[in-house]
């Protein structure tokens, strides 16, 4: 009965209800309250309902205590998820509606969810890869385009909230905002110095925002906001002292006798830009991080994606399925920890993260002695630990048999894998498109990359399944330099072999 009846026909906890109604001859207030210490799961009252829901059985139907308990012990569990009615029927709306805005609005539900969760980094960066897979680009913040929360552009993409930058601070944006809505686009940065409010829009704003890329579509690179050669300043010094004489000029004007046309007459004159070397990738993406919270316009991974393909067993991820094998794996090196143990040995925790999840080895006693160099920041400029190749093994640990260790056996930066491991480089070239233009730009790119590595030309024509490999007697080359130069040309199917 329990089965047949219960399992397979209740829907909702109304029904839980009225079975003890006409089984056990509750009233509506005590089915009411049997449904809540179902749902609650507070024992206590639920012993004594039992009690209540057998003796109304069997007083009622002549049910025996047996198949009372039975059928209790089926409510009880249907009870820990099932809904009221009510529920069910606000959640079925709730669900066509975001079901329907995610299939017709991609880009505008993906900006709310986002809006939703900005408080919370791994939720946003959940999100934001959510919104990827669904075609939908998310861009970095843009003083020009953001608002204070997520947006979508005339594009059809997503602006990632300046408020979401740490140091921006929701005033600062919201007066960004409301002087781009009433007078335009900012023109540049001595532009953007001289509309916004300087006593709200602070130093610690400009830093954050021209660190997140916020400026970026001034046409300048991120580093000459921050840096300066020697003897000049960064150009956000320049342009909020700017910014600060154009609003003394300003309000000196509106005390003069001639008004603002005297103002307008005796513009200062732009600074000069000074030139400097961008920074690299990977310090940009490191400054990036730091004020977006992930990284948001690339993944320090990103220019190791050969290495990665060719000489990595798996991903983070995919490790707990190579338990006692040694695999070959690749990450981040963060939250790097020196510490000591009761005895006073020394050891080492770590994080390793990649595009997908993180694992948190440790070192100790030989492995600490070997490792623990490689993975101090002090070791390294601006204390950053470089990507890492990790040879490790998941083991059990000794005297258990549920309890796994990751012990790693092998590190070194990843920039090093190429030189040490890879035996050349193999270019694919597809039969039905090879010209002679197409072979000048691969022997412009071979005399570009000298070196002592094999390389390999695989001639295939896909539609015969047909695939001939060639090795060059007459030349050798550098993996990397030789794949990045074949990239430039646009001809990028290469792999490290």
């Not at 024992?43 to 829901?53: G, W």
């Not at 594009?155 to 909230?161: D, H, N, T």
């Not at 770590?350 to 002090?378: G, H, K, Q, V, W």
Request: with cysteine; net charge neutral; glycine share 6%.
């Amino acid at each position: 009965m329990g089965n047949n009846v219960l399992v397979h026909n209740c829907v909702y906890q109304e029904q839980i209800m009225q079975a003890a109604q006409i089984m056990a001859g509750y009233s509506l207030g005590g089915a009411d309250l049997l449904r809540r210490a179902m749902g609650k799961k507070d024992m206590k009252k639920m012993a004594l309902e039992r009690e209540k829901f057998v003796k109304g059985a069997f007083d009622l139907h002549k049910v025996p205590a047996k198949k009372a308990s039975e059928v209790f012990d089926v409510m009880e569990k249907f009870a820990e998820y099932g809904f009221n009615r009510s529920h069910s029927a606000a959640y079925s709306v709730v669900a066509y509606q975001t079901g329907y805005l995610k299939a017709n609005y991609p880009a505008e539900y993906m900006a709310a969810v986002l809006t939703n969760n900005m408080g919370d980094i791994k939720k946003v960066t959940f999100f934001i890869e959510e919104a990827r897979k669904q075609g939908v680009d998310v861009l970095g913040p843009d003083v020009n385009e953001s608002l204070l929360k997520f947006n979508v552009n005339q594009e059809g993409k997503i602006r990632f909230g300046m408020a979401a930058v740490k140091g921006a601070g929701e005033l600062a944006v919201e007066t960004m905002v409301e002087e781009r809505e009433k007078a335009g686009p900012y023109a540049d940065i001595f532009d953007f110095a001289k509309r916004v409010n300087l006593r709200t829009v602070n130093k610690k704003t400009f830093e954050s925002l021209a660190q997140a890329g916020a400026f970026d579509d001034f046409g300048k690179h991120r580093r000459l906001y921050l840096d300066a050669p020697a003897g000049d300043q960064p150009l956000i010094e320049k342009a909020m002292r700017l910014g600060q004489q154009h609003a003394a000029a300003k309000e000196s004007s509106q005390h003069s006798l001639f008004g603002a046309s005297a103002f307008g007459a005796v513009a200062a004159p732009l600074p000069k830009m000074h030139e400097m070397e961008p920074w690299t990738k990977t310090e940009q993406l490191r400054r990036e991080k730091e004020v977006v919270g992930f990284y948001l316009s690339g993944h320090p991974l990103d220019s190791y994606k050969l290495e990665l393909d060719a000489y990595c067993t798996c991903g983070l991820e995919q490790v707990e399925k190579h338990k006692n094998k040694e695999i070959n794996v690749a990450g981040l090196i963060t939250n790097v920890a020196f510490k000591t143990t009761k005895m006073g040995q020394s050891f080492a925790t770590f994080t390793l993260e990649d595009y997908e999840t993180s694992i948190s080895p440790a070192l100790f006693r030989d492995d600490y002695t070997r490792f623990a160099p490689l993975i101090n920041p002090r070791n390294y400029a601006n204390e950053q630990v470089p990507p890492m190749f990790v040879r490790l093994k998941q083991e059990l640990r000794r005297g258990t048999q549920d309890q796994w260790d990751l012990r790693i056996l092998n590190m070194q930066p990843l920039s090093e894998v190429a030189e040490k491991l890879s035996k050349g480089v193999r270019v694919r070239l597809d039969l039905r498109t090879v010209t002679s233009p197409m072979l000048d730009r691969l022997e412009a790119a071979i005399a570009a990359a000298p070196g002592r590595k094999r390389l390999e030309i695989q001639f295939a024509e896909p539609h015969e399944h047909l695939a001939v490999d060639m090795f060059s007697r007459k030349f050798q080359i550098e993996p990397k330099a030789f794949i990045e130069k074949m990239q430039e040309m646009e001809m990028d199917a290469c792999q490290l072999i």
